[in-house]
């Protein structure tokens, strides 16, 4: 079993920071991207920064120039600096992880052995910026 615990979140003044922390923990052989994704009342989950297994960051419009995504792979941990809050990016923050676990066997009969991927997601920490 995989877990992916956050922490970080709060309330927060329009203008402020937060940095959230996110560690994966359980039996898995690695992991690949890492990321972030946040939902708002009545809206649609949407990816706010993602980063890959070499470092490569990944970010939404909205984050661009202001959020900062990187990763600990030595301690399966995740970070989203956030800075110049606005009260749009109020929203509960879900930490997400590509984790892989063995290889696909469909993969291993073709002689073309990849790795088992699945997708996890942390309990969500609730970021609350206020005007």
């Known amino acids: 079993q995989v877990h992916l615990v956050e922490s970080g979140g709060g309330l927060v003044q329009f203008g402020g920071s937060l940095k959230l922390s996110c560690a994966a923990s359980?039996?898995?052989?690695?992991?690949?991207?890492m990321g972030w994704f946040r939902q708002a009342p009545g809206k649609g989950r949407e990816l706010v920064a993602s980063i890959s297994s070499d470092g490569v960051p990944n970010y939404s419009d909205s984050a661009k120039g202001r959020f900062a995504i990187s990763r600990d792979s030595a301690k399966n941990t995740v970070y989203l600096q956030m800075n110049l809050l606005k009260t749009d990016d109020t929203a509960v923050y879900y930490c997400h992880a590509v984790v892989q676990l063995g290889w696909d066997t469909m993969s291993v009969m073709r002689d073309q052995p990849t790795r088992h991927e699945e997708d996890y997601w942390g309990q969500g920490t609730q970021v609350t910026v206020s005007s």
């Open positions: 359980g039996y898995f052989d690695g992991i690949k991207d």
